[in-house]
């Protein structure tokens, strides 16, 4: 079946230590999100990619950046956690086209802990 | 801008019990409409959408929704209850006139006793 795939699913990271979380889908969408999610909030949009075009929300640290290096997979890179940034991260994925708009597809998300 | 208001933040219901989850929304343009659910520790699943058409939309697992342009609300509704529907809930709308990115509601909690 055709889905949005996240790993790992926990991820333990240190204060301050780099962490690097993956996304990949067989849906092949053109649109790719990261939200983060914190204590079943409202999922909070971080950034997302409209194919190899990233756009970063005004209110997303500089702390928090993001690769796609294909149409397939899109990197989310927290380059030094703090306590703050525990939370679960969604990937989901997107079809944007003329008539639309398709929902938007999530990932079973990876929840980070920061020691 | 665009905005969703969910009112209330828990929904207790008996099983069996007809089920209602409220949510109105704020748009510029013409509104679309989603709801998704959320079971703990995992990701969103989609359950219904509102484009243009009919104003009742049906979903996913029995899952209906109405829209309603004067009340400008999008209210989920299951006329039976099942246990296994207790799970968060969220209503998000996107700027028909806008861009493609979501505006979440706060969500509403539904619990569903035996």
């Given at each position: 079946d055709a889905m949005v795939i996240q790993n790992p699913r926990y991820q333990v990271t240190q204060f301050?230590?780099?962490?690097?979380?993956?996304?990949?889908?067989?849906?092949?969408?053109?649109?790719?999100?990261?939200y983060q999610q914190k204590s079943s909030q409202a999922p909070k949009l971080l950034f997302h990619y409209y194919d190899k075009d990233f756009n970063n929300e005004a209110d997303t640290p500089d702390n928090f950046q993001s690769r796609r290096p294909n149409t397939s997979f899109c990197f989310l890179d927290i380059r030094?956690?703090?306590?703050g940034d525990a939370a679960m991260y969604l990937c989901a994925t997107s079809r944007d086209r003329a008539g639309g708009p398709d929902e938007q597809f999530f990932g079973p998300g990876t929840r980070l802990t920061v020691l | 801008a665009q905005s969703v208001a969910q009112?209330?933040?828990?929904?207790n219901v008996a099983?069996?019990?007809p089920l209602t989850v409220k949510c109105t929304y704020s748009v510029s343009g013409n509104p679309y409409l989603f709801w998704y659910v959320q079971y703990p520790n995992r990701g969103l699943q989609f359950l219904l959408k509102y484009i243009t058409g009919d104003n009742l939309v049906k979903g996913s697992y029995g899952f209906?929704?109405?829209?309603?342009k004067s009340q400008t609300s999008f209210h989920l509704k299951k006329p039976?209850?099942?246990?296994?529907d207790s799970a968060l809930y969220f209503c998000a709308v996107r700027d028909g006139g806008g861009d493609y990115k979501l505006s979440f509601g706060a969500g509403t909690t539904v619990t569903v006793r035996a």
């Open positions: 301050g230590k780099p962490v690097t979380l993956s996304c990949s889908q067989t849906l092949n969408h053109n649109v790719m999100y990261w030094s956690p703090g306590l | 009112p209330e933040d828990q929904v099983e069996g019990n209906e929704a109405e829209f309603n039976s209850a099942l246990v296994s």
